[in-house]
């Protein structure tokens, strides 16, 4: 008999990484997906409304209503995705989703410099994005992502 393993045959540690990612689907993981695809359905309503504001509306510049809503709605793509990859713990989510929760502390930051009604919305995404973040960058989810850290080995040691 050949010592040689039968590629066929999974060594141990695809064994056990296939049972660490084909296990039950992490809460921290479930709850970062449904903070990414909250702020993509945030998006696609306030898109939706500037859309419909200035076709039917009397925005000042509808040109810039329509656009601006148009430009939401594609920009809610990316958390939505991530979301829906989080949830199907596709590995490549986590990066668009990290994306998405960068890309809204300066807006959120923004919101916060109004003197208006903004100012509670800025203090949600605030925290929405920043809970996200932890959440996404946590050992456990990138582990029942299949995500390994750098220098990581196959079988999870690092290089020498």
Do not use: C, F, H
Request: glycine share 12%; charged share 15%.
């Amino acid at each position: 008999m050949s010592s040689k393993q039968n590629p066929a045959t999974p060594s141990s540690a695809e064994t056990a990484e296939t049972a660490e990612i084909s296990g039950p689907r992490p809460r921290r993981l479930t709850y970062a997906a449904a903070l990414a695809g909250l702020e993509g359905l945030a998006l696609v309503v306030g898109g939706g409304w500037l859309l419909v504001e200035g076709i039917v509306g009397d925005p000042d510049d509808r040109q810039s209503a329509v656009t601006g809503g148009i430009t939401l709605i594609v920009l809610a793509l990316l958390p939505l995705l991530a979301a829906r990859g989080l949830l199907a713990r596709r590995s490549w989510s986590r990066g668009p989703a990290v994306i998405t929760q960068i890309m809204a502390l300066p807006v959120a930051y923004n919101l916060l410099q109004a003197d208006s009604a903004a100012i509670p919305a800025g203090i949600a995404l605030a925290v929405v994005a920043v809970a996200a973040l932890i959440l996404l960058i946590n050992s456990e989810t990138t582990r029942a992502l299949g995500i390994r850290g750098p220098g990581r080995t196959q079988d999870g040691e690092g290089r020498s």
